[in-house]
Nanobody, 121 residues
Framework: QVQLVESGGGLVRAGGSLRLSCAVS????????MAWYRQAPGKQRELVTT???????NYADSVKGRFTISRDNAKNTVYLQMNSLKPEDTAVYYC???????????????WGQGTQVTVSS
C-alpha cells in the first residue's frame, strides 16, 4: 500500500529553522508534482509550495525567501526547509504528491498524515 510518510515537525522559537521530509512508502511507477500544504487552527488548508518533477518551484507570498522546497527523485522524497520561522507559520503541515502506481494509469493525489509545526514567540 502506497503512503506518504512525513517527519521533522516540532517546536521551535521564532527565527529558528525546521526541515520537514515526506517519503513515498511503497512501490510506484512515477511521481509528478509534489507540494506542501498547511492548516492552522480555525483556518482552511492553504498551499505553501509546489515542485514539479523537473524541479520547478512555486511559493506562497507568505513564505517566499524563507522556505525552500526540494525533492530527491531517486528516493521519492520531498523536503521543506523552513528558515526564519514566525509564530504565524504554526500549523499542521501536509505533503501532497501526484503518483502513478503503474505505467499507463492515471496519476492520483496522495496525502501525508500531517506533522505539527509550532513556532513560539
Amino acid at each position: 500500500q502506497v503512503q506518504l510518510v512525513e517527519s521533522g515537525g516540532g517546536l521551535v522559537r521564532a527565527g529558528g529553522s525546521l526541515r520537514l521530509s515526506c517519503a513515498v512508502s511503497g512501490t510506484i511507477f512515477s511521481a509528478n508534482a509534489m507540494a506542501w500544504y498547511r492548516q492552522a487552527p480555525g483556518k482552511q488548508r492553504e498551499l505553501v509550495t509546489t515542485i514539479t518533477d523537473r524541479g520547478i518551484t512555486n511559493y506562497a507570498d507568505s513564505v517566499k525567501g524563507r522556505f525552500t522546497i526540494s525533492r530527491d527523485n531517486a528516493k521519492n522524497t520531498v523536503y521543506l526547509q523552513m528558515n526564519s520561522l514566525k509564530p504565524e507559520d504554526t500549523a499542521v503541515y501536509y505533503c501532497n504528491a501526484r503518483l502513478q502506481l503503474w505505467a499507463s494509469t492515471p496519476f492520483v493525489d496522495y496525502w501525508g498524515q500531517g506533522t505539527q509545526v509550532t513556532v513560539s514567540s
